[in-house]
């Protein structure tokens, strides 16, 4: 379906076949031979920077949005403009049909879109058409803004060893050897009382403080993102049209034949 330049004009986005928005239109060129139009320029990259070209020969237009056969990927990666509103050159234009018949299969026929016949095109700038007559279409830029999910940065959390002193105190116990002496009294009988050398040995005992070490979990870390929204004023400078009417002139009355005007 071949879209009119007044919509075009004033549809606002381009779907592409994959339904994704691509962006807002930003130039719309019109054919110099037909009037019709053969491209628009579409605003992507950061802040519309960037305006890729599109074939407009299969668009629809649907309300404020127009409908190109090409998917996202394929537009942005079409040849674009840095200069909004020059003129297409016939090897700029076989460029950007070579695009478009790789990309997407999208056969243009030999008599429209043939590098050796084809009429130049130009941009729109405040007219529609060259044969339009004193008919004037406004433009204005709208400032799109996206917010687009990129790596802000990364988080981490990382156990490392430290060596402390710690001190505990324990009971230790220990056999020490005591002297208890008991007096005999007359007639006590003792066995094995002669006189002669001996000895007695008593084993001791302490206790021997063994120091181990057990490996136990005491705490849990979790490491968890948690999404935090503000508002932030983007600032830009937008384009738009204005239409002066200026002094409306008035001719002259003309004098009717045969009278002499005194």
Request: with cysteine; aromatic share 4%; hydrophobic share 35%.
């Amino acid at each position: 379906m071949q879209a009119q330049p007044q919509q075009l004009l004033y549809a606002g986005t381009v779907i592409g076949s994959d339904g994704e928005t691509v962006g807002a239109i930003g130039q719309v060129y019109l054919d110099d031979r037909t009037g019709d139009v053969s491209w628009v320029t579409v605003k992507t990259g950061w802040f519309g920077s960037k305006e890729s070209f599109v074939p407009t020969d299969e668009a629809t237009v649907s309300g404020d949005s127009v409908t190109v056969p090409y998917d996202k990927a394929t537009i942005k990666d079409a040849p674009h403009s840095s200069d909004a509103g020059e003129t297409l050159s016939p090897g700029q234009e076989n460029d950007l049909y070579t695009h478009y018949r790789v990309g997407t299969g999208h056969l243009a026929s030999d008599t429209e879109h043939a590098v050796s016949d084809h009429a130049a095109t130009t941009a729109v700038a405040g007219t529609t058409a060259a044969d339009a007559g004193d008919v004037l279409t406004r433009s204005e830029e709208r400032l799109c803004v996206g917010t687009p999910t990129q790596e802000a940065g990364r988080a981490r959390l990382r156990k490392f060893v430290v060596t402390e002193q710690e001190t505990v105190t324990v009971p230790v116990s220990h056999e020490e050897v005591r002297v208890i002496r008991e007096t005999l009294a007359p007639g006590d009988a003792v066995d094995g009382s002669t006189i002669g050398e001996a000895s007695v040995e008593v084993t001791l005992h302490e206790g021997r403080v063994v120091v181990d070490k057990d490996v136990v979990a005491v705490e849990k870390v979790l490491l968890d993102t948690e999404t935090v929204t503000e508002q932030q004023r983007v600032t830009e400078q937008v384009r738009k049209e204005q239409i002066d009417t200026g002094e409306v002139v008035t001719a002259a009355p003309v004098a009717s034949e045969g009278r002499t005007q005194r």
